[in-house]
C-alpha cells in the first residue's frame, strides 16, 4: 500500500451540485497530484500542489479547484457539476514540485446524474 | 496527434508468452519516462522507470529511444497475474512541474 488515501471511496451527486474529495498524502511528502479518469481513457492532470500552493494546472475550467493544508492534506472541488465529470478522481503525492515518483491513493469514483 | 500514444490493445496472450508494448510521446523536450500498471477499478502502480540506457526488473525490460520518441515494455513468460492495463507515462517538465502525461493505456489479458 502506498500510504495515500482518499476520501470518499464512491459518490453520487446530481448535475448542478458541488462536491469536495480529499487526499491524505504518504507520510513525508509535500506535494499532492489530481487527475481525473474517465472510463477507457488513462487519468488526467487536473492540477498539482506543494507546499499549500498551486503548482501547475492542466487543461480544466476554473468549477475545479483545489486547496492543500499545511499537514500537505488535499481537497478537490468540483462546483457546478456536469454529466461528463463522472469519473474516477485519483490523487497522487510527491516529495519535492520536480521528477520524483508519485504515488497514488484509491480514487474516488464520482457519478453524476 | 495525442501526447502520448499506445498500441490500443486488447492483448489476448498465453501463459508464458513474451509481449511487447509500444508507446510514442509528442514532446521532444520530455525528461521522464514510465511504466504504470492498472489492475481493474483499481489505481495506477508504478511499475518502472524508463532510461535512455534501458532497464530491466526480472521479466520486465524497458526500453527509451529519445531520437524516436519512443518506448518499449517486454514482459516475458507472462503470467496470469500480469494481466492488467499497462499505462505508458511522460513527464515533459524538467523540474518545476511534475504532472504526468498518461497514454490511455494497453489492456493485457494472460490465459491459462
Known amino acids: 500500500e502506498t500510504g495515500v488515501t482518499q476520501s470518499p471511496t464512491h459518490l453520487i451527486k446530481t448535475r448542478g451540485q458541488q462536491v469536495t474529495l480529499r487526499c491524505s498524502s504518504q507520510s513525508g511528502h509535500n506535494t499532492v497530484s489530481w487527475y481525473q479518469q474517465a472510463l477507457g481513457q488513462g487519468p488526467q492532470f487536473i492540477f498539482q500542489y506543494y507546499r499549500e500552493e498551486e503548482n501547475g494546472r492542466g487543461n480544466f475550467p476554473p468549477r475545479f479547484s483545489g486547496l492543500q493544508f499545511p499537514n500537505y492534506s488535499s481537497e478537490l472541488n468540483v462546483n457546478a457539476l456536469e454529466l461528463d465529470d463522472s469519473a474516477l478522481y485519483l490523487c497522487?503525492?510527491?516529495?519535492?514540485?520536480?521528477?520524483?515518483?508519485?504515488?497514488f491513493g484509491p480514487g474516488t469514483r464520482l457519478l453524476v446524474l | 496527434r495525442k501526447e502520448v500514444e499506445q498500441d490500443p490493445g486488447p492483448f489476448n496472450v498465453p501463459e508464458g508468452a513474451t509481449v511487447a508494448f509500444n508507446c510514442t510521446y509528442s514532446?521532444?523536450?520530455?525528461?521522464?519516462f514510465f511504466w504504470y500498471r492498472q489492475d481493474c477499478r483499481k489505481e495506477p502502480k508504478l511499475l518502472m522507470s524508463v532510461y535512455s540506457s534501458g532497464n530491466e526488473d526480472g521479466r520486465f525490460t524497458a526500453q527509451l529511444n529519445r531520437a524516436s520518441q519512443y518506448i518499449s515494455l517486454l514482459i516475458r513468460d507472462s503470467k496470469l497475474s500480469d494481466s492488467a492495463t499497462y499505462l505508458c507515462v511522460v513527464n515533459p517538465y524538467g523540474g518545476s512541474q511534475g504532472n504526468l502525461i498518461f497514454g490511455k493505456g494497453t489492456k493485457l489479458s494472460v490465459k491459462p
Open positions: 497522487a503525492s510527491s516529495y519535492g514540485q520536480g521528477q520524483e515518483t508519485q504515488y
Open positions: 514532446n521532444s523536450a520530455s525528461q521522464s
